[in-house]
């Protein structure tokens, strides 16, 4: 049976235009808050909806949820590398037991690299995953890596898909085929800029150009950063991070766009796009699941699993990389974790039935830095190249792949290829897979060198040149500000605080750590694994250099001082210095306020947050009896979701002085403003994200008014941590050293927003709200849908890269008109829900889709939204995940 009958369509679907710029926050009802709804006409023409009758549901399956279970489970009897240890070293199977079926082990003497993992399964063997075929457009350069691959020996497909360690100029290199001069693959972080290099620069965060809702910038700023990977030699991205921001407190939120999929996967479409056309591979990554820091292993550390049922999986966290696969991307990164207990990089359901089979992936799977701990069951089951190449950091011997036995790859890759444990059909494929996106981006013509070292800033070392110290940056400040300005979020307004006029202001008051500079500079801590001074990105390797870093204190008080030099601008950057914020404060008649949250990534912790934000040790009778209704849950706790350095008291303090007290915050994502957001002398909060090295520039031309906001949130700010659908998973029962933390999916499609409505829990602010320094108003909603009903039926679910051809016809086009009735020029974000009938089991409503437009004051535009057939489905199953199977 092919898929077509697992897509259940919706047979009467409301659509929902929500808009969500207020200029005064009413009282409304929680689902009309949460989604902007209004019935058609509202009066102050907030939004418009229709009602629109689709054709008849298949009968079956509408809301099965099967687990997605890998066949590559030792349960079932999968080879797998087995447990090995010596000289201290631990290596842990595929499946996350200790079981060792139907494999042989075999522990070597032990070299100056350590333990040499050496396996050699017998019994069951598993069928090649599904090879490379050219398809959408992948056939030129499928060709040309046939050619290339042809021409090469064992060792030297083993070269190139077994990293090199950690020798080779970027984080991670493969391999060189040296006789056919082909010098391998430069792999480099990160989704925000080049990382471990300099003359580049630091773009706001893909959180922040996810906030501008604007596919255009973030385009854009795709196409400037692929620009800069190419003009550093990067060959493969290592980019853009499509994990959902399930929760609010996970490290690593802000690497990616935001708690919604459909918003998260044009994001990653977009943004691959960009880097792509530069001739850089892009790499979507972590496959699948990777939405906490802790636990989430590496280097063969215990790594929880991520238990989620398919059509979740389907609908939300596969969607953005079901978006890439469309996009064209490159590569794919296989994450740390486990997902149903099973490896993700060893994880046959993900990997070959998912990626390569369901969406026709042509590109090669790259693993995430150290995730591959198995040979056999990471080649079989789907995994491409390995990245870094070796068992753990620690051992950096080998610049070699094919002769290293520091790898569960490298020289006993060479050795089971040679002895047929694994087919050299396969063994093939994993390099024409990496070869054909090596073509396809046409990295063969004219693609530079690698020309800095991520290990070193200096210029030469023993002599030779490691860092040509080449200026990427072209003029991309000019996008960084206009993104930055552009994802800047006003969450309240109070009498038209903002724009300000700084002219009338006499006595400005800057008060917060986060409105100055890290006084030891932007770059001083290692993957600014820091909080000091203005936040302007997180922390981990999704980072990059800063070239610059302009502070908010320092564009504010240039400005003001050009404007009027006999302003008094006062500052203190001590947060906990209250007599000087009173003092300050008190004789200020305006004041601005800044305070952030931070957080990254779990190999750094700061302030004792371990990537994810911290487990709430202030208010623990908050914690909510919700995640302890279940013991194996118990260690779910309630993140700390409040602002650092004590954030609220300064806001407050600064309040409690200064009737005009404007708040600024710099965050990874939600914070509780629960204490002051309703304060009187409170007039503007301006949520500003991670802005990259244009900060205080692009925050200034918000204050001002020469850019009118127009930034949507892209989660949800709740009213209390335990509003939340999900926390993080802190700590464990079970502290055996084999225990495999699980975390279970038990939200299944209430993310986010969809958990707020559907529970009716009201926000403080919702998913997709922001505000502006104009109004806006909505008429003449059209609905018309296209013939697709049939084209899918007739393609018979023939595939192309994203998955079932006919998915991706154009199934309905939403038109309206908006007027801007206000006095600015500015930005509307037009948000399109979709509400599913209740026979479908969806969410309340789901966004899919919207549209950013400019519109001058007094005039309208005609906005036009086109759903895909895709987006008003359901269950978007492939027979192989048991979804209607039958
Ligand atoms: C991260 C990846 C990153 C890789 C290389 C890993 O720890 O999870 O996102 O690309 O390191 O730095």
């Given at each position: 049976?092919?898929?077509?009958?697992?897509?259940?369509?919706?047979?009467?679907?409301?659509?929902?235009l929500?808009?969500?710029?207020?200029?005064?926050?009413?009282?409304?009802?929680?689902?009309?808050r949460?989604?902007?709804?209004?019935?058609t006409?509202?009066t102050?023409g907030?939004?418009?909806?229709?009602t629109?009758?689709?054709?008849?549901?298949?009968p079956?399956?509408?809301?099965s949820a099967?687990?997605?279970?890998?066949?590559?489970s030792s349960?079932?009897?999968?080879?797998?590398?087995?447990?090995?240890?010596?000289?201290?070293?631990?290596?842990?199977?595929?499946?996350g037991?200790?079981?060792?079926?139907?494999?042989?082990?075999t522990?070597t003497?032990?070299?100056?690299a350590?333990?040499?993992?050496?396996?050699?399964?017998?019994?069951a063997?598993w069928?090649?995953?599904?090879?490379?075929?050219?398809d959408?457009?992948?056939?030129?350069?499928?060709?040309?890596a046939?050619?290339?691959?042809a021409?090469?020996?064992?060792?030297?497909?083993?070269?190139?898909t077994?990293?090199v360690d950690?020798?080779?100029r970027?984080?991670s290199?493969?391999?060189?085929?040296?006789?056919?001069?082909?010098?391998?693959?430069?792999?480099?972080?990160?989704?925000?800029?080049?990382?471990d290099?300099?003359?580049?620069?630091?773009?706001?965060?893909a959180?922040n150009?996810a906030?501008?809702w604007?596919?255009?910038?973030?385009?854009e700023?795709g196409?400037?950063m692929?620009?800069?990977?190419?003009g550093k030699g990067?060959?493969?991205?290592?980019?853009?991070?499509m994990n959902?921001?399930?929760?609010?407190?996970a490290?690593?939120?802000w690497?990616?766009g935001?708690?919604?999929?459909?918003?998260?996967?044009?994001?990653?479409?977009?943004?691959?796009q960009g880097?792509?056309?530069?001739g850089v591979?892009?790499c979507?990554?972590?496959?699948?699941?990777n939405?906490?820091e802790?636990?989430?292993?590496g280097g063969?550390?215990e790594?929880y699993?991520?238990n989620v049922?398919?059509?979740?999986?389907?609908?939300?966290?596969?969607w953005?990389?079901?978006?890439s696969?469309?996009?064209g991307?490159g590569?794919?990164m296989?994450a740390y974790?486990?997902?149903n207990?099973?490896?993700a990089?060893?994880?046959?359901?993900?990997?070959?039935d998912?990626?390569?089979e369901?969406?026709?992936?042509?590109?090669?799977?790259?693993?995430?830095?150290?995730?591959?701990?198995s040979?056999?069951?990471?080649?079989?089951?789907g995994a491409?190249?390995?990245?870094l190449g070796?068992?753990?950091?620690g051992?950096?011997?080998e610049?070699?792949?094919?002769?290293?036995?520091n790898?569960?790859?490298?020289?006993?890759?060479?050795?089971?290829?040679?002895?047929?444990?694994?087919?050299?059909?396969?063994?093939?494929?994993?390099?024409?897979r990496?070869?054909a996106a090596?073509?396809q981006?046409?990295q063969?013509?004219?693609?530079p060198a690698?020309?800095?070292?991520?290990?070193?800033?200096e210029?030469?070392?023993?002599g030779?040149?490691?860092?040509?110290?080449?200026?990427?940056?072209?003029?991309?400040?000019?996008?960084?500000?206009?993104?930055?300005?552009?994802?800047?979020i006003?969450?309240?307004?109070t009498?038209k605080?903002l724009?300000?006029?700084?002219?009338?202001?006499?006595?400005?008051?800057?008060?917060g750590?986060?409105?100055?500079?890290?006084?030891?500079?932007?770059?001083?801590c290692?993957?600014?694994?820091?909080d000091?001074?203005?936040?302007?990105?997180?922390?981990?390797s999704?980072t990059?250099n800063?070239?610059?870093?302009v502070?908010?204190?320092?564009?504010?008080q240039?400005?003001?001082h050009g404007k009027q030099p006999?302003?008094?601008i006062?500052?203190?950057?001590?947060?906990?210095?209250?007599?000087?914020v009173d003092?300050t404060?008190?004789?200020a008649?305006?004041?601005?306020v800044?305070?952030?949250?931070?957080?990254?990534e779990?190999?750094?912790?700061?302030?004792t947050?371990?990537?994810d934000?911290?487990?709430?040790?202030?208010?623990?009778s908050d914690i909510s009896?919700f995640?302890f209704d279940?013991?194996?849950r118990?260690?779910f706790d309630?993140?700390?979701?409040?602002?650092w350095?004590g954030?609220?008291d300064?806001?407050?303090i600064?309040a409690?002085?200064?009737?005009?007290?404007?708040?600024?915050?710099?965050?990874?994502?939600?914070?509780?403003v629960?204490?002051?957001?309703d304060?009187p002398?409170?007039?503007?909060?301006?949520?500003?994200?991670?802005?990259?090295q244009?900060?205080?520039?692009?925050?200034?031309d918000?204050l001002?008014?020469?850019?009118?906001?127009?930034?949507?949130?892209?989660?949800?700010i709740?009213?209390?941590?335990?509003?939340?659908?999900?926390?993080?998973?802190?700590?464990v029962?079970d502290?055996s050293?084999?225990?495999i933390p699980q975390?279970d999916?038990?939200?299944k499609?209430?993310?986010d927003?969809?958990?707020?409505?559907?529970?009716?829990?009201e926000?403080?602010y919702?998913f997709?709200?922001?505000?502006?320094?104009?109004?806006f108003s909505?008429?003449?909603l059209?609905?018309?849908?296209l013939a697709?009903?049939?084209s899918?039926?007739?393609?018979?679910?023939?595939?192309?890269?994203?998955?079932?051809?006919?998915l991706?016809?154009d199934?309905?086009?939403?038109?309206?008109t908006?007027?801007?009735t206000?006095?600015?020029?500015?930005?509307?974000v037009?948000?399109?829900?979709?509400?599913?009938p209740a026979?479908?089991?969806?969410?309340?409503?789901?966004?899919?889709?919207?549209?950013r437009?400019?519109i001058?004051?007094?005039q309208?535009?005609k906005?036009?939204?086109?759903?895909?057939?895709k987006?008003?489905?359901?269950?978007?199953?492939?027979?192989?995940?048991?979804l209607?199977?039958?």
């Open positions: 049976m092919k898929s077509l009958a697992l897509l259940l369509p919706c047979l009467l679907a409301t659509f929902t929500a808009h969500q710029q207020h200029s005064v926050r009413r009282p409304f009802s929680h689902h009309a949460a989604l902007g709804i209004k019935p006409g509202a102050n907030t939004t418009a909806a229709g629109v009758a689709h054709r008849a549901a298949q079956n399956g509408t809301n099967t687990p997605l279970d890998s066949p590559a349960k079932n009897g999968t080879p797998s590398t087995p447990k090995v240890s010596g000289n201290g070293t631990s290596l842990r199977g595929s499946s037991s200790n079981t060792t079926l139907n494999t042989t082990t522990t003497s032990s070299t100056t350590g333990i040499v993992p050496v396996t050699s399964p017998t019994g063997t069928p090649n995953p599904k090879p490379i075929s050219g959408g457009g992948w056939t030129a350069a499928f060709a040309k046939n050619a290339f691959v021409k090469l020996t064992i060792d030297e497909k083993v070269n190139l077994t990293g950690t020798i080779g970027c984080l290199n493969t391999g060189r085929v040296t006789r056919l001069n082909f010098d391998g693959f430069c792999f480099e972080d990160s989704p925000a800029g080049v990382r290099t300099d003359y580049n620069s630091v773009f706001p965060s959180m150009v906030a501008t604007d596919k255009n910038l973030m385009l700023r196409a400037a692929g620009a800069e990977f190419r990067v060959n493969v991205a290592l980019g853009p991070m959902l921001a399930r929760n609010a407190a490290g690593r939120n690497e990616g935001g708690a919604d999929p459909f918003l998260s996967g044009v994001h990653a479409s977009q943004n691959i880097i792509q056309s530069q591979i892009a979507a990554k972590h496959y699948a699941l939405e906490q802790h636990f989430r292993g063969g550390k790594a699993s991520s049922d398919d059509r979740t999986f389907h609908e939300d966290q596969l953005p990389f079901a978006e696969v469309k996009a991307v590569s794919v296989c974790n486990r997902v207990q099973t490896s990089c060893e994880n046959r359901h993900l990997l070959n998912i990626l390569k369901e969406l026709d992936f042509q590109g090669f799977v790259l693993s995430d830095a150290t995730a591959i701990i040979l056999y069951a990471s080649v079989m089951n491409d190249v390995n990245m070796f068992v753990a950091y051992d950096p011997d610049g070699n792949p094919a002769t290293a036995n790898s569960y790859w490298g020289l006993q890759l060479g050795d089971a290829v040679r002895n047929g444990t694994i087919p050299e059909s396969r063994f093939d494929d994993m390099v024409t990496l070869m090596y073509y981006f046409g063969d013509k004219g693609f690698v020309n800095f070292d991520y290990a070193t800033e210029t030469s070392v023993n030779t040149i490691v860092n040509e110290h080449v200026n990427v940056q072209g003029d991309h400040y000019k996008l960084i500000r206009e993104i930055g300005a552009a994802s800047t006003l969450l309240k307004n009498n605080t724009p300000m006029d700084f002219g009338k202001v006499k006595n400005l008051a800057i008060l750590s986060d409105a100055g500079p890290n006084p030891d500079g932007p770059n001083s290692k993957d600014r694994g820091c000091r001074g203005t936040l302007a990105l997180g922390w981990g999704g990059a800063f070239p610059y870093l502070t908010p204190y320092e564009a504010i240039t400005y003001v006999d302003t008094i006062q500052s203190v950057f001590d947060d906990f210095d209250y007599a000087a003092q404060a008190s004789q008649d305006t004041c601005m800044f305070a952030n949250a931070n957080s990254g779990g190999y750094i912790t700061v302030d947050n371990a990537g934000r911290n487990v709430s040790v202030e208010h623990p009896s995640y279940n013991q194996e118990s260690g309630e993140s700390n979701l409040t602002l350095h954030g609220d300064l806001i407050l600064t409690s002085q200064c009737a005009n007290t404007i708040v600024v915050l710099h965050t990874v994502g939600a914070v509780l629960e204490p002051w957001y304060h002398n409170v007039t503007a909060i301006v949520y500003a994200g991670l802005p990259g244009e900060s205080g520039n692009a925050l200034l918000v001002i008014g020469t850019v009118n906001p127009s930034g949507r949130l892209p989660y949800t709740a009213k209390n941590r335990s509003d939340y659908p999900s926390g993080i998973l802190y700590t029962s502290t050293s084999d225990y975390i999916y038990t939200e499609l209430n993310i927003y969809r958990h707020f409505d559907s529970a009716n829990i926000p403080r919702e997709g709200f922001g505000m502006s320094y104009t109004n909505y008429s003449g059209s609905v018309k849908m697709t009903a049939s899918l039926a007739s393609d018979q679910g023939t595939t192309q890269p994203g998955g079932i051809t006919s991706y016809a199934a309905v086009t939403v038109s309206f908006v007027k801007n206000g006095a600015y020029d500015g930005n509307e037009a948000q399109l829900y979709l509400g599913f026979s479908a089991h969806e969410p309340p409503r789901v966004l899919r889709g919207f549209e437009q400019l001058k004051k007094g309208s535009a906005f036009s939204i086109s759903l895909r057939v987006d008003r489905y359901i269950n978007l199953g492939h027979p192989k995940s048991g209607g199977h039958s």
